[in-house]
T-cell receptor
Framework: EPEVTQTPSHQVTQMGQEVILRCVPI?????FYWYRQILGQKVEFLVS????????KSEIFDDQFSVERPDGSNFTLKIRSTKLEDSAMYFC????????????FGPGTRLTVL | AQSVTQPDIHITVSEGASLELRCNYS??????LFWYVQSPGQGLQLLLK??????LVQGIKGFEAEFKRSQSSFNLRKPSVHWSDAAEYFC???????????????FGTGTQLKVEL
């Protein structure tokens, strides 16, 4: 069964460094999302991406964040200058629009900012 | 604005006992409702979903949920809990029809389930 994959599973970085989190959505899906979950808290929407552009973003998704679909398979989230409060689990999700809004989630990348 | 409320932060049940996790939502249109389960350090696994049809939906692992429009609720149930069900459970709501934007899911704060042997 096709699934969303994410790499790396765990990323440790120093405050102020740039990180890129990678996702490979399910191949025929057209909508892509990033969510994050700070330890012990709920899953929060960050950004949605459709037709090669951001379709919606939350107030969390400030200028330090960017997303890109550099080729036909990868979907990346970049944090330019990480802060301690960026430490969280980041989930990628994708959707096949022919099947409604069932979002298929990847296993997540745990980002630790020291 | 859409929102999801899970009033129970923690629930403890004995193995073999029945379980009900509560979820109330606020949504301006016909909601698409989900329950996800998250084991420690793991990702989100879809248990079940509801958009239309029979208001009692069956999911994986023996879970079911009932949609009650009049109460804006979508409670998750299981007749007999197993120790392996200990995890965190999230209710989520979103649109069914994708519009190119605004298709995010809004999650509740989660309910942590502990199962006593």
């Amino acid at each position: 069964e096709p699934e969303v994959t994410q790499t790396p599973s765990h990323q440790v970085t120093q405050m102020g460094q740039e990180v890129i989190l990678r996702c490979v959505p399910i191949s025929n899906h057209l909508y892509f999302y990033w969510y994050r979950q700070i330890l012990g808290q709920k899953v929060e929407f960050l950004v949605s991406f459709y037709n090669n552009e951001i379709s919606e973003k939350s107030e969390i998704f400030d200028d330090q964040f960017s997303v890109e679909r550099p080729d036909g398979s990868n979907f990346t989230l970049k944090i330019r200058s990480t802060k301690l409060e960026d430490s969280a689990m980041y989930f990628c999700a994708s959707v096949d629009p022919r099947a409604g809004n069932e979002q298929f989630f990847g296993p997540g990348t745990r980002l630790t900012v020291l | 604005a859409q929102s999801v409320t899970q009033p129970d932060i923690h629930i403890t049940v004995s193995e073999g006992a029945s379980l009900e996790l509560r979820c109330n939502y606020s949504y301006g249109a016909t909601p698409y409702l989900f329950w996800y389960v998250q084991s420690p350090g793991q990702g989100l696994q879809l248990l079940l979903k509801y958009f239309s049809g029979d208001t009692l939906v069956q999911g994986i692992k023996g879970f079911e949920a009932e949609f009650k429009r009049s109460q804006s609720s979508f409670n998750l149930r299981k007749p007999s809990v197993h120790w392996s069900d200990a995890a965190e459970y999230f209710c989520a709501v979103g649109p069914y029809i994708l519009t190119g934007g605004g298709n995010k899911l809004t999650f509740g704060t989660g309910t942590q389930l502990k199962v006593e042997l």
